[in-house]
């Protein structure tokens, strides 16, 4: 697979990379960082990322050779090499099982279809707040408003009440077992409860986000990136 020495992971301080490093501890792996802090006023990425990869996004890691953007295809990678180098736990069902299959599903689903209308309400949420005259603020804020509760609001709680029905179905998302596909779903649920409309009338949702918040690697990496707050942040 041509690795390197050493996995860097280029960690964007509220990002989707806390997930990698989530992994990286689960898994035992060692691996550098390299922190990049986001832009005080727009909260965006620094320029600096784009020299690791042409989109200057988080999460980004580097293995030798080898440079991989997109958390799906990172947590996907890094169960592959741990497994390889036989390591344990392996994180991912046996192929061929029905646990794999909703191992994958979940996977691809994270960014595929839940956070979608999670980045739309934090769109249409800022909208009213970016510089404007006077006169245009509040046409704009009523129209963001009325998109948000019409449209973006609704969906949101759709895919809430599908991953609530679907948590009673096993204790983790690809079934009894804690996966990659967790860690992987995390996000758009951190995300939903900091500003999406998370709140108690869904226990096993709200079950699951203490669990994870339990785990000792969780916790780990947090100590290892930093503080983590996703409610007002997409990249």
Do not use: C
């Not at 440079?67 to 036989?86: H, M």
């Amino acid at each position: 697979m041509g690795l390197g020495e050493m996995i860097t992971v280029h960690h964007l301080n509220n990002s989707r990379s806390q997930r990698v490093l989530w992994l990286l501890e689960e898994l035992d792996l060692p691996y550098d960082l390299k922190r990049y802090e986001r832009q005080p006023r727009s909260l965006r990425a620094p320029d600096a990322l784009r020299a690791v990869h042409p989109l200057g996004k988080a999460p980004t890691i580097t293995d030798g050779q080898i440079t991989l953007a997109e958390s799906g295809a990172i947590l996907e990678y890094l169960v592959e090499r741990a497994n390889d180098q036989g390591r344990r736990p392996r994180l991912a069902p046996l192929p061929g099982t029905p646990e794999r299959l909703r191992y994958t599903y979940w996977m691809h689903y994270a960014e595929g279809s839940a956070m979608l209308p999670l980045v739309l309400r934090l769109i249409f949420d800022q909208m009213p707040k970016q510089p404007m005259s006077a006169i245009a603020r509040p046409v704009v804020r009523a129209l963001a408003s009325r998109v948000v509760e019409s449209f973006v609001q609704p969906q949101i709680e759709a895919h809430l009440d599908y991953l609530e029905g679907e948590l009673a179905r096993s204790t983790w998302f690809a079934g009894e077992e804690f996966s990659a596909a967790d860690i992987q779903m995390s996000f758009p649920i951190e995300v939903a409860a900091g500003r999406g409309g998370l709140d108690v009338s869904r226990g096993r949702l709200r079950g699951y986000l203490e669990r994870i918040r339990n785990r000792a690697a969780y916790q780990r990496a947090i100590e290892r990136g930093g503080p983590y707050t996703v409610s007002r942040l997409i990249d």
